[in-house]
């Protein structure tokens, strides 16, 4: 017995040391990225990207489910954006409420018959809309088939190139399109690329622009402000820049049309389709031997909702869990393959174990040393050890990040947001982090637990944040 939670002890803080050295390591390779980008970035002309004739133009694709609250500032940021060459097609799955009816109102839609240029499947389109007001919106109204059918939906109908997939509860800033079509066009191989999103909650927001930048009052939105600095800065940017991204957010990405007719479009059956469209990406032109370039622009950006309450916090935080442990283990047959480079040698294996298993792991582990502690089979000392290496993980990693974010961008001006989140960076280890390792651990049980339709949060809208 002795032996057994020897083993399991070491074994454990020998798991944390690794996720400490790797999660550091991924946060000065994003540090690095950032650092390159910033001092290069007065060097590219992105004024002649927004009015050349020449750019790539760009559908963007809007799924909405019961987004009444929040559809129009979504419009009227993208009819706002920098970059001229767009249409909006804004898809209405099945809603509820009266997200229809809003539009309706607010752009004067008219019936029309648009054709569609490509034959994905989806549910049943029962009607298409064109806008009085501006040109270039387009409205189709479906019956509910989940987010994914309603990305192809609107890829179906989709006039240019390009496909930009933003969530209903996002704004764009100004320059975000502009910078992603620069990255298509300065590399014909990318097929995908994606931005920043940052947390929208407490700041202020007029027709549709973020126009003060502020933390929320509230422990919830700021601790999630924290979670997108790290996600972005300490992940995305990293694995972007070693060729390895997998995840592209589905509240703003960039795709190649034909890329995503190519390989069938979203994926239904999945809880996170963004996640699982990037893996399948990658598969479909490596299978192929052909050039596949996605990555992640450390600039753009756009602002979304985040949950406002611990319920829809809870329910979003399992349906991701859900869906990667969905889209690792359906895509499973891509590790250690040569075939898929360092895809299946490095991304995916750590997304196995430092992601998707991490807190079945790490609940296996503090459970066993803290019995082995309290029964005299494990030191004291070892166990303070590994509290205070399970304790400093999050901290190092979270001061890191706000050291990125203030030298690099400074989006939060004030000297009180950013005590804020410094103090969040703390708090978040006495009890958040807890509770996030119990919703994920009862997630990768229900893996395969039925539904794949989008999980319904309540939208607080951004008018009320102001």
Request: proline share 3%.
């Amino acid at each position: 017995m002795h032996l057994l939670f020897t083993v399991v002890s070491v074994t454990f803080a020998l798991y944390m040391i690794l996720l400490l050295a790797t999660s550091l390591a991924l946060v000065l390779v994003g540090w690095s990225a950032v650092h390159k980008y910033v001092a290069l970035r007065p060097l590219r002309d992105y004024r002649n990207v927004d009015k050349s004739e020449l750019s790539l133009p760009v559908t963007i694709v809007v799924p909405a489910f019961n987004e009444a609250k929040t559809i129009i500032d979504t419009v009227q940021a993208l009819l706002n954006t920098d970059f001229t060459r767009i249409e909006i097609v804004i898809v209405n799955d099945g809603s509820s409420d009266n997200t229809i009816e809003v539009l309706t109102e607010e752009f004067k839609l008219v019936e029309t018959q648009r054709v569609p240029r490509s034959g994905l499947p989806t549910a049943v389109i029962r009607q298409t809309f064109e806008s009085l007001v501006d040109d270039r919106i387009s409205v189709i109204d479906k019956e509910r088939g989940g987010k994914a059918d309603a990305l192809n939906a609107g890829i179906n109908m989709g006039r240019y190139p390009l496909i930009c997939a933003v969530d209903a509860d996002t704004l764009l800033d100004h320059g975000a399109l502009s910078r992603l079509v620069w990255d298509f066009q300065a590399d014909p191989s990318t097929v995908a690329t994606g931005g920043i999103v940052r947390v929208a909650n407490g700041s202020l927001a007029e027709q549709g622009l973020i126009t003060r930048v502020q933390t929320p009052p509230d422990f919830l939105g700021q601790v999630q402000i924290l979670e997108y600095l790290r996600a972005f800065f300490g992940g995305r940017i990293a694995w972007s820049s070693l060729n390895c991204l997998i995840i592209i957010s589905g509240a703003f990405g960039l795709f190649r049309r034909q890329a995503l007719v190519d390989i069938g479009g979203y994926d239904s059956n999945t809880v996170t389709e963004d996640a699982e469209l990037i893996l399948r990406l990658h598969r479909y032109y490596r299978d192929r031997e052909s050039q596949c370039r996605i990555t992640f622009f450390p600039d753009p950006v756009c602002w979304t909702e985040a949950p406002a309450t611990a319920s829809q916090l809870a329910r979003q935080r399992d349906r991701w869990q859900r869906g990667l442990g969905q889209t690792l283990v359906d895509h499973r047959s891509m590790l250690f393959r040569r075939r898929y480079g360092r895809i299946g040698w490095i991304a995916l294996p750590y997304y196995w174990l430092f992601e998707f298993l991490e807190p079945l792991i790490t609940t296996v582990g503090i459970v066993f040393t803290t019995i082995g502690m309290a029964s005299g089979l494990v030191s004291p000392v070892f166990f303070v050890s590994v509290l205070v290496l399970v304790l400093a993980y999050g901290f190092v990693v979270n001061m890191i990040v706000l050291m990125i974010e203030e030298r690099s961008y400074r989006r939060y001006p004030m000297w009180r947001d950013l005590w804020r989140l410094v103090w969040v960076s703390f708090a978040e280890n006495f009890g958040y982090r807890q509770w996030q390792t119990i919703i994920r651990l009862v997630a990768v049980f229900r893996v395969r637990s039925a539904g794949t339709h989008w999980g319904e949060m309540h939208r607080v809208g951004f008018d009320a944040q102001k």
